[in-house]
């Protein structure tokens, strides 16, 4: 098993930055990616970014140029850096893990409760 917890969510003013963070434990020796996707209210699950056990990384078309993942050196702790935020990043963000790099939400295992973001205008 393997357990996440995503923190650092919270309200800020289009144009602001925000660093989620999101904590890892238990069995992840089989986990070859960590990822975080969004939902925003009646929309489907989107990929945001994932990021390897070797340290690749891919992002979304939409966000690589204002969103960062990256992790501690001990895998224990997986981060999002979202800077030049808009109205419409509001969403709820998870991470995940799973055993393929992949943008498909599917393919992810173990996922964590959440943490809301909410972009003012």
């Known amino acids: 098993q393997v357990q996440l917890r995503e923190s650092g969510g919270g309200l800020v003013q289009a144009g602001g930055s925000l660093r989620l963070s999101c904590a890892v434990s238990g069995r992840t020796f089989s986990m070859n990616a960590m990822a975080w996707f969004r939902q925003a209210p009646g929309k489907d699950r989107e990929f945001v970014a994932y990021?390897?056990?070797?340290?690749?990384?891919l992002h979304a078309d939409s966000m690589k140029r204002r969103f960062t993942i990256s992790r501690d050196s001990d895998g224990t702790t997986l981060f999002l850096q979202m800077n030049s935020l808009n109205v419409e990043d509001t969403a709820i963000y998870y991470c995940?893990?799973?055993?393929?790099?992949?943008?498909?939400?599917?393919?992810?295992?173990?996922w964590g409760q959440g943490t809301q973001v909410t972009v003012s205008s």
């Open positions: 995940a893990a799973g055993g393929l790099a992949t943008s498909r939400t599917n393919a992810y295992a173990y």
């Open positions: 990021i390897t056990k070797g340290g690749s990384t």
